[in-house]
C-alpha cells in the first residue's frame, strides 16, 4: 500500500519505503480533512542521513589519528 493511501485513509506517519527508482526514502504521511485529501513527504535516506553520515567519517577519522 502507498503513503498516500494511509493518508486518504485519514491516518498519518512516517514510513521507510522504496520509491518509484527503487530508491530507499523515508515518507511522512498525512490527510488533509479539511479539504479532503492526503499530503505526502518524500526525501531520500542517503540524503536525509547525509549529515549523520559525515559526522560519523570525521568522527572515525579522529579515533583513528588519536591512537597512533
Not at 486518504?8 to 485529501?37: H, M, N, T
Request: charged share 30%; proline share 6%; hydrophobic share 45%.
Amino acid at each position: 500500500m502507498l503513503p498516500i493511501s494511509f493518508a486518504l485513509d485519514g491516518k498519518s506517519g512516517v514510513i521507510a519505503v522504496k520509491d518509484y527508482r527503487q530508491v530507499p526514502v523515508i515518507e511522512a504521511y498525512a490527510p488533509l480533512r479539511a479539504i479532503g485529501l492526503g499530503m505526502t513527504l518524500k526525501l531520500d535516506e542517503e540524503e536525509l542521513f547525509k549529515p549523520v553520515t559525515e559526522e560519523l567519517k570525521i568522527f572515525s577519522l579522529s579515533c583513528r589519528t588519536d591512537h597512533r
